[in-house]
Nanobody
Framework: QVQLAESGGGLVQAGGSLRLSCVVS????????MGWFRQAPGKEREFVAN????????NYADSVKGRFTISRDNAKNTVYLQMNSLKPEDTAVYYC????????????WGQGTQVAVSS
């Protein structure tokens, strides 16, 4: 059974930083493309960033480019999201997710971690 467990969320002032972590178990991590998504209150879930199996390729939503960095440590089965220069509009529940190579849909999801940014 595949499990994804996020941590690192919290309350931070605008301009501050947070680092989210997501540990994956029950699956060969290096075979999994990993991504971060977020869902703000009253809004649909949106893509934030993703990273290829060995970290060579990363993609970001325009709203976070230059502020967020996704990375992974395959030896620790962990994917990270470093969030800098946080804004109130970054407030959301952040989810990590994984998908198999060749598929567009993410099959594996964590339960989410809350990030709140105060102005």
């Amino acid at each position: 059974q595949v499990q994804l467990a996020e941590s690192g969320g919290g309350l931070v002032q605008a301009g501050g930083s947070l680092r989210l972590s997501c540990v994956v178990s029950g699956r060969t991590f290096s075979r999994t493309i990993m991504g971060w998504f977020r869902q703000a209150p009253g809004k649909e879930r949106e893509f934030v960033a993703n990273i290829s199996r060995y970290g060579v390729t990363t993609n970001y939503a325009d709203s976070v480019k230059g502020r967020f960095t996704i990375s992974r440590d395959n030896a620790k089965n962990t994917v990270y999201l470093q969030m800098n220069s946080l804004k109130p509009e970054d407030t959301a529940v952040y989810y990590c997710a994984g998908r198999d190579i060749g598929l567009n849909d993410y099959s594996y999801w964590g339960q989410g971690t809350q990030v709140a940014v105060s102005s």
